[in-house]
T-cell receptor, first 113, second 112 residues
């Protein structure tokens, strides 16, 4: 049972445009959400996070939006750059399970010139 | 800091053989996680430790899988006997409390 879902396995965006990666979750106990980026042959690296008490968190070109009623979050990258090409994983956690993260299956983003 | 260190980076073994994956977490981190990445299921949590004690092993697929953390700086994930369906990339990650987890570079396991 996939509690965190990334329904788009891949996304292609032109350089300079906005990339929007989506994530849905089913467990209403999740209260903290993270995005990780993964390059080939490397481990995932933390990108940005958001607590359930917020609906937006911004860090430079990266913004995460959370819609708790829809159990949906999204990662916006603007402007997109070729170096952003990677697999992006959405992850969620609930306070009751400490640092245990549940990940989605990932979305491969390709930023084209 | 060198980050989370995993070894080996690649492992090819024959079905039925024992496989041991190793992990050195970041110094000072009190949580350690073992994940498996597959195309179908993404990153699955297998087991995690807090202060060297296993907390949740519900993700360990079968009794063929076992994990230990004898001290704060070392953990192993063992598969015995290995099967072709165990082929995947295995990641170790560590964190300090509720902060984000840092991942190692992974071990790509191929069981033939």
């Amino acid at each position: 049972d996939q509690q965190v879902k990334q329904n788009s396995p891949s996304l292609s965006v032109q350089e300079g445009r906005i990339s929007i990666l989506n994530c849905d979750y089913t467990n209403s106990m999740f209260d903290y959400f993270l995005w990780y980026k993964k390059y080939p042959a490397e481990g995932p690296t933390f990108l940005i996070s958001i607590s359930s008490i917020k609906d937006k968190n911004e860090d430079g070109r990266f913004t995460v939006f959370l819609n708790k009623s829809a159990k949906h979050l999204s990662l916006h990258i603007v402007p997109s750059q070729p170096g952003d090409s990677a697999v992006y994983f959405c992850a969620a956690r609930n306070t009751g399970t400490a640092s245990k993260l549940t990940f989605g299956t990932g979305t491969r983003l390709q930023v084209t010139l | 800091d060198a980050g989370v260190i995993q070894s080996p980076r690649h492992e090819v073994t024959e079905m039925g053989q024992e496989v041991t994956l190793r992990c050195k977490p970041i110094s000072g981190h009190d949580y350690l996680f073992w994940y498996r990445q597959t195309m179908m299921r993404g990153l699955e949590l297998l087991i995690y430790f807090n202060n060297n004690v296993p907390i949740d092993d519900s993700g360990m697929p079968e009794d063929r899988f076992s994990a230990k953390m004898p001290n704060a700086s070392f953990s192993t994930l063992k598969i015995q006997p290995s099967e072709p369906r165990d082929s995947a990339v295995y990641f170790c990650a560590s964190s300090r409390g509720q902060f984000e987890a840092f991942f190692g570079q992974g071990t790509r396991l191929t069981v033939v």
